[in-house]
């Protein structure tokens, strides 16, 4: 299977984006948060496949943010993502959870009774809880050229 057509599965990821300064802003129902820079991993779900999810992300189409990561994308630069197909959104962050540090409680997760759905990036102990999972990794180029072979 292609990349392309992978991303066109219902599936869950991890984008990975780095604050490039600290952040400090209000979100929603989490009220002032506060994120020094570095790289951080957020869990979420695309049951419609992750291209148009990623591509919102990616190109920073959100003109009024809805979800807690959409002001996260909007002060930060979206590095890529993780897609894994065959898991869903709480799944996939109880296993992250095992590997790597919660970062903002809540965060994502306002709806599930998971910890958080953000975590502080750690590589090694990310490919550690990758490893027995079926997942690509793409980068935003990857996700413009799916999107023009449509």
Known sequence: MDICEFLRKPSSYIL?????????GRIRSLGIIKLG???YL?????????ITRLKRYCYKQISKPYWHI???VLNAEVI????ITYIDEE???QHIAKFLR???RRFGATDTRDITHLFEYDEKR???????????????DEISKCLGSH
Not at 16 to 24: A, G, H, M, Y
């Open 37 to 39: 820079k570095g790289r």
């Open 42 to 50: 957020y869990i979420g779900s695309a049951k419609r496949g992750a």
């Open 16 to 24: 990975v984006l780095e604050l490039k300064k600290d952040f400090i």
């Open 91 to 93: 799944a996939l962050a």
């Open 102 to 104: 919660p970062s903002i």
């Open 126 to 140: 990310l490919l550690e809880a990758l490893r027995c999972l079926n997942y690509i990794y793409v980068d935003c």
């Open 80 to 83: 890529g993502a993780y897609v």
């Open 70 to 72: 959409d002001y996260l």
